[in-house]
């Protein structure tokens, strides 16, 4: 079966940082090609800043359609959207883009870590969702991110005290929280087969 993994960072969390790499990895073990989306270009200081945000988006959505403009998505059977902050809207408005194109009989699923609101404005289908309860992009413990993901039927894993690196500043729990993350992650991806 061909599987194609395509994975949209955050802003300043980069392909390179913890919870992209070792996806990236379990993504590969599993049998994906792996396409990296590393955008760049982003203004400064945009949390709460809406315009800076769609700024933010416009330039990478553009960037990855540039990056993904070779990228035949009808020959894959099986495709996994991984994202990371803006980069699960960015998914989503890619994914919708391919359906609407008609480039994606096939199945698209998501990966959510630390997902914005704007992401569940898509219908994404498929998808497994990850959120710190001290994420001070989504609100913190006023975040409705859960209650988002649950509306949509999408299973939410809730790392407590966790900021939107999903790191909570001990590193032992960090390590322990990251691995029961990739577990979750891998349980998922694998559920795609």
């Known amino acids: 079966m061909s599987k194609l993994a395509v994975f949209f960072p955050g802003i300043g969390y980069t392909v390179d940082k913890p919870l992209m790499h070792y996806s990236r990895q379990i993504a590969a073990a599993e049998g994906y090609e792996i396409k990296l989306l590393p955008y760049t270009g982003f203004p400064k200081k945009i949390r709460g800043d809406r315009g800076r945000m769609e700024e933010s988006f416009q330039i990478a959505v553009s960037q990855s359609r540039e990056m993904l403009a070779d990228t035949d998505f009808s020959a ?19 994914a919708k883009n391919i359906r609407t194109d008609g480039a994606a009989g096939n199945r698209i699923r998501f990966v959510l870590y630390t997902p914005l609101e704007d992401t569940f404005s898509f219908p994404l289908g498929e998808a497994i969702v990850f959120t710190g309860t001290a994420d001070p992009w989504t609100g ?54």
């Open 140 to 193: 913190g413990k006023d975040s409705r991110i859960a209650a988002l993901a649950g509306q949509r039927g999408y299973p939410c894993h809730l790392i407590p005290e966790a900021n939107h690196s999903l790191e909570t500043g001990d590193a032992l729990a960090d390590i322990r929280n990251l691995e029961t993350i990739m577990e979750e992650t891998k349980r998922f991806i694998s559920a795609g087969e």
């Open 76 to 94: 894959y059977e099986e495709i996994l959207f991984v994202g990371k902050s803006i980069g699960t809207i960015v998914a989503g408005q890619i």
